[in-house]
C-alpha cells in the first residue's frame, strides 16, 4: 500500500508563504490520484485541491488565487505552494493518496482516497 509522509509545516506570519511536500513510497508502480486536505480542531477535513493520475492540479476555488498545486511525478511527490497566509489558513495539513489503479477524479473529494499521511501543522500568526 501506499505510504505518504508530509513535511514542510510550521510557523509563518500572517502574508507570508510556505511550500509543504509529500512523499510517497511503497507503490507497486500503479496509477493514483493525491490530494491535499486541512483540518482545524472540531471542523470537517476540507479539500484544498488535488492531481489526477497525470499530475495534472485542481483546485478548491476557496484558495485559488494563493495556492498552488504540484506534483513529480518522477520522484512521487505531492507539492502544496501557498502564498499571502491568512490566520484562517492555520491547520493540520494532510496529504491523501487513491487506491492504486482504480478511477480516480483527481479532484479532492475526501471520500475517493484511501490513504492518509500523518499530517503537518501550519500556523499563521497574525
Known amino acids: 500500500q501506499v505510504q505518504l509522509a508530509e513535511s514542510g509545516g510550521g510557523s509563518v506570519p500572517a502574508g507570508g508563504s510556505m511550500k509543504l511536500s509529500c512523499r510517497a513510497s511503497?507503490?507497486?508502480?500503479?496509477?493514483?490520484?493525491m490530494a491535499w486536505f486541512r483540518q482545524v480542531p472540531g471542523a470537517d477535513r476540507e479539500g484544498v485541491g488535488g492531481?489526477?493520475?497525470?499530475?495534472?492540479?485542481m483546485i478548491a476555488t476557496s484558495v485559488e488565487d494563493r495556492f498552488i498545486i504540484s506534483r513529480d511525478m518522477a520522484s512521487n511527490t505531492l507539492y502544496l505552494r501557498a502564498d499571502t497566509l491568512k490566520p484562517e489558513d492555520s491547520a493540520m495539513y494532510y496529504c491523501?493518496?487513491?487506491?492504486?489503479?482504480?478511477?480516480?477524479?483527481?479532484?479532492?473529494?475526501?471520500?475517493?482516497?484511501?490513504?492518509w499521511g500523518q499530517g503537518t501543522q501550519v500556523t499563521v500568526s497574525s
Open positions: 491523501a493518496a487513491t487506491e492504486e489503479d482504480k478511477w480516480c477524479s483527481g479532484g479532492y473529494s475526501r471520500n475517493e482516497y484511501k490513504f
Open positions: 511503497g507503490s507497486r508502480g500503479g496509477s493514483y490520484c
Open positions: 492531481t489526477d493520475v497525470y499530475g495534472r492540479a
